[in-house]
């Protein structure tokens, strides 16, 4: 179970590297992952009790700042994110579809978990970075008012961040559309 997660992008894979190294030396965290991402940035997911996570991250970014793409922390993270984010979820094909689209991974994962706690949503899909320009897109199911109230909260969330692109409810997917997305 995962405690509270922290999230940091750098602008360089070298610095991300070393970044990481930097975070497990700070504080008492796991590393979730670490991994180069589109467009030559570096990401990693890092766990542990909010305190030594926020430690970590503020770590990162002081030493980091000018490397620093975006960073996050989520305390008590929804469980349905983590599995999204793992791609282990088993999504359905049913209700509304509503989709966040964001300029980093961080601010979608953040954005994916506000809105799951917004309303009754189920995230069907969390992509993050590879293969999008380093962008983050989280696709959301439910009843269309429930949809569309999560998609405003976590878009106003990356707003706020300056990290917004775009976002979209579609009340009736057509049959063909859930086969390709």
Not at 5 to 16: F, Q
Not at 135 to 162: M, R, W
Request: glycine residues 10%; charged residues 20%; negative net charge.
């Amino acid at each position: 179970m995962y405690q509270a997660i922290g999230v940091i992008e750098l602008k360089s894979i070298a610095k991300g590297i070393e970044a990481t190294d930097a975070a497990l030396k700070s504080a008492g965290i796991s590393l979730i992952s670490a991994r180069p991402a589109c467009p030559g940035k570096f990401e990693m997911i890092l766990t542990g009790t909010i305190s030594n996570v926020s430690s970590a991250v503020d770590h990162v970014r002081e030493r980091f700042g000018d490397k620093l793409v975006d960073s996050s922390v989520i305390g008590r993270i929804d469980p349905q994110v983590i599995t999204a984010l793992f791609g282990t979820m088993a999504a359905e094909k049913k209700g509304s579809l509503g989709i966040i689209e964001t300029f980093s991974a961080a601010s979608i994962i953040k954005a994916a978990d506000i809105a799951v706690k917004t309303a009754k949503v189920e995230v069907y899909e969390l992509r993050v970075s590879r293969g999008m320009g380093g962008k983050g897109i989280a696709l959301l199911t439910g009843d269309v008012g429930d949809v569309t109230a999560a998609v405003e909260a976590g878009a106003n969330y990356a707003i706020e961040q300056g990290l917004y692109h775009n976002s979209a409810v579609i009340p009736a997917p057509h049959e063909l559309l859930w086969e390709q997305i």
